[in-house]
């Protein structure tokens, strides 16, 4: 894989470790500004401590993170995030008892660093991107799953990052629903912002992402077009337990 050209983001060989086991051994990669970067993987190959390596929430044991050419390695991950580091989680993190504008406005006054005119300007924008504009007062303990879904995107578009992860935002949601958020979030995607994308639901996935990355074991075992990624024999038969003449990717 090619080297972007002033790249976004700039992994090199990275690797951690809990206690004397290894999660990420040297795993380098690089993507431009603009780019929608999937990472699949079987469960415990590293991808959600990968997301910790770089956001900041977890140390690195050697190699280096830069974002946008800047070495943020040591940087706490509220710092990381004030440089344009966002993330969503997994488990959705809203504030339960506020609503869906005090839960963006809280994201762009202390993530983006925004007040006044600024910060409210911004949460409207964003919620009218997540289709929230009609429900500013919903509170986010009563949302539903797909919209505790795109209230956690919302959150960590509201720290108005340059690179976003997304950490599963997909799952436990109907194909349908899932189908409707990816359409949501390819439609993020720009000069301004590059999105990373973990995700189980391997057939959303390839359907949206410009490029696709294989962890396993802690190790980059394929980084290419989605296509050609999902077609090697190793990724289907090793990482996915497929044999290279199945067609069953959607788990």
């Known amino acids: 894989m090619s080297e972007p050209v002033n790249a976004l983001l700039e992994i090199r060989s990275v690797s951690k470790s809990y206690g004397a086991t290894p999660v990420l051994e040297g795993v380098t990669f690089s993507m431009a500004r603009g780019e929608l970067l999937g990472i699949i993987g079987p469960n415990g190959s590293g991808k959600t401590t990968l997301f910790g390596t770089i956001s900041g929430g977890l140390p690195i044991d ?11 390695s040591t940087l706490k991950a509220s710092r990381r995030a004030q440089m344009g580091i966002g993330r969503t989680f997994q488990v959705p993190q809203a504030f339960a008892d506020m609503s869906v504008y005090e839960n963006l406005l809280v ?7 925004l007040g006044g005119k600024a910060a409210d300007e911004l949460v409207a924008d964003i919620m009218d991107l997540t289709n929230f504009s009609a429900r500013a007062d919903a509170l986010a303990g009563k949302l539903p799953l797909l919209d505790r879904k795109r209230l956690e ?9 340059s690179l976003l992860l997304l950490d599963e935002i997909a799952g436990g949601l109907t194909d349908d629903e899932a189908q409707e958020l990816a359409a949501t979030v390819t439609g993020l995607v720009g000069p301004d912002l590059g ?3 973990i995700e189980h639901l391997v057939h959303i ?5 410009d ?7 802690g190790v980059v075992v394929a980084d290419g077009s989605p296509k050609a990624t999902m077609e090697s024999p190793e990724v289907r038969k090793i990482y ?5 003449d199945s ?5």
């Open 62 to 72: 050697a190699g280096s993170v830069r974002l946008d050419g800047v070495d943020v």
């Open 107 to 113: 994201a762009a006054r202390f993530g983006a660093q």
């Open 205 to 209: 996935l390839t359907g949206a992402v």
């Open 247 to 251: 067609d069953d990717l959607d788990h």
């Open 153 to 161: 995107l919302a959150r960590a578009l509201a720290t108005r990052p």
């Open 240 to 244: 996915l337990g497929l044999e290279p």
């Open 211 to 217: 490029r696709l990355l294989v962890l396993g074991n």
């Open 195 to 197: 999105i990373i994308w």
